[in-house]
């Protein structure tokens, strides 16, 4: 399989020269330009000659800085057999050693599920759920309500930071937080250029650690310790997000997420117990409230992830400009994967917005950044080409490519699902009361929010194979 941390390091060798002497036969490993969505009609740009350089992902892995060791052999433990160690533990008698068994679901994972297996949404959340529990899992929760709070954090920071523009230097731009791709990158080649412009707020991910080990062990009366968090994720960079430091219960000695396994992996799980989604039972998706079930599946705004550039473009619209927008139009620039949306009022552009998805485009906006003709105030930046629904755990080809044809019936999919917007999850509105005890206290800074800063490199380096 390709490397899923590979987009890190395609990125890392763009601004450092490869450690490794460029090899020209493509066979051997999957090159950059194969993750590109670029079909060859696009406008020639100033990256070309980099984004053409054919880097090796494999080769990418001996850079310097990129992951340390440590790091390295703790992204190792989050995998199948991790999951299995904790589950086996389970069927032991030292009841003292027994875990609560908690998986979140990410919704761009639930699309490849169905698609895979030609069940519906709702079908595949519910078989899905039915499998990790015929498994030993206790409960399995939907990430969505996480990513609630994250877009409505991420869009009060932007009015607060279009309203301090004049006054604060870093205000804006502002960079999307939610994918860890993105930010390693950020943290570690681009550092102080781009950092302080990221939205504090924290990735569905993060959030959903907050809440599974934070709100929903206190309804139950365990110790964060005593759950085992696993996270199903389209893409590997997850892994690494969960390693963040902030992303750890320090009382309890307890990270958020305990291990995060890809939709791939769980499919792997699946073919190694000889069973199919079609085979399992359909389980409703649990809640974290009482004893509450999910309903039907919901998304956000937003063709292939969680949609922040519409969620705080519209949000942005209402407060700042007292417009009403209900469609956003968007306008595909040097290509598909780089959109732009504006808001005009009284023959003025008073928001501009963009999307770029894939290092290409992420490399075109920063070198735009650093020349200072960057005129956008929000940029949802995703790491891989096309969004999440192409996390390179999920959606592959036994040969590390995309498979298009899958991608084209997950896109229908997703695009088919209910959309509810944030403001209207009353569990989100009360939990904000009751929890986190009002949207404008300290605890909701603790909770929902980081900080992102550039990170000194260590000179010891992994190259990781999955």
């Known amino acids: 399989m390709v490397n899923g941390l590979c987009i890190i390091h395609a990125f890392h ?3 450092q020269e490869c450690s490794k002497k460029q090899k020209n036969d493509d066979t051997q490993s999957t090159s950059v330009d194969a993750l590109s969505s670029n079909d060859g009609s696009e406008e020639k740009n100033e990256f070309d000659t980099l984004a053409n350089a054919k ?3 494999s080769d990418c892995l001996a850079c310097d800085s990129c992951m340390t060791l440590e790091e390295g052999a703790r992204v190792f433990q989050q995998n199948q057999k991790e999951f299995f160690r904790v589950l086996n533990l389970n069927k032991k008698c030292d009841t003292s050693k027994h875990k609560v068994l908690a998986v979140s679901l990410c919704p761009q994972s639930l699309p490849y599920f ?7 949404v709702n079908e595949a959340a519910k078989r899905l759920c039915g499998f990790l529990k015929s498994l030993g899992v206790h409960y399995v929760f939907d990430t969505t309500i996480a990513a609630d709070f994250s877009i409505l954090e991420s869009q009060r920071e932007f009015v607060q930071r279009y309203q301090r523009r004049n006054q604060e230097e ?14 390693r990158y950020a943290e570690r080649v681009l550092t102080n250029l781009v950092t302080s412009h990221i939205c504090t707020a924290k990735s569905p991910q993060q959030i959903m650690g907050s809440l599974v080990k934070g709100y929903f062990a206190k309804q139950q009366n365990l110790s964060p310790d005593k759950i085992f968090h696993v996270v199903v994720a389209p893409c590997y960079d997850k892994k690494l997000e969960a390693l963040r430091e902030d992303f750890y219960t320090a009382l309890y000695n307890s990270p958020e997420v305990d291990c995060v396994l890809t939709s791939g992996e769980i499919v792997q799980i699946m073919e190694q117990k000889n069973v199919s989604m079609k085979d399992v039972a359909e389980v409703a998706v649990d809640s974290l409230f009482d004893d509450l079930k999910e309903g039907d599946v919901v998304r956000h705004d937003g063709k292939r992830s969680d949609g922040y550039l519409e969620h705080i473009f519209k949000h942005a619209a209402k407060e700042l400009f007292g417009m009403d927008v209900k469609e956003i139009t968007y306008k595909a620039l040097k290509n598909k994967d780089f959109q732009e949306v504006t808001l005009e009022k009284d023959g003025e552009t008073v928001l501009r917005f963009a999307a770029a998805y894939g290092f290409r485009n992420i490399q075109n906006m920063v070198l735009k950044l650093k020349k200072g003709k960057f005129f956008y105030h929000f940029v949802e930046v995703l790491a891989c ?4 629904l192409n996390g390179k755990g999920q959606a592959q080809t036994e040969d590390g490519k995309p498979d298009r044809a899958l991608l084209a019936q997950m896109e229908e999919v997703y695009t088919a699902i209910p959309v509810r917007l944030p403001e209207t999850n009353l569990h989100v509105q009360r939990m904000y009361q009751d929890w986190l005890e009002g949207m404008d206290s300290k605890k909701v800074q603790d909770t929902l929010h980081t900080t992102y800063s550039a990170v000194n490199q260590s000179t010891s380096s992994l190259d990781i194979k999955w």
């Open 385 to 388: 080409p096309g969004g999440c």
């Open 55 to 57: 880097i090796l992902l």
């Open 13 to 15: 060798v763009l601004f």
């Open 114 to 120: 169905a698609a895979k297996f030609s069940l519906s």
């Open 170 to 183: 870093h205000a804006l731009p502002m960079f999307a937080s939610a994918c860890p791709g993105w930010i």
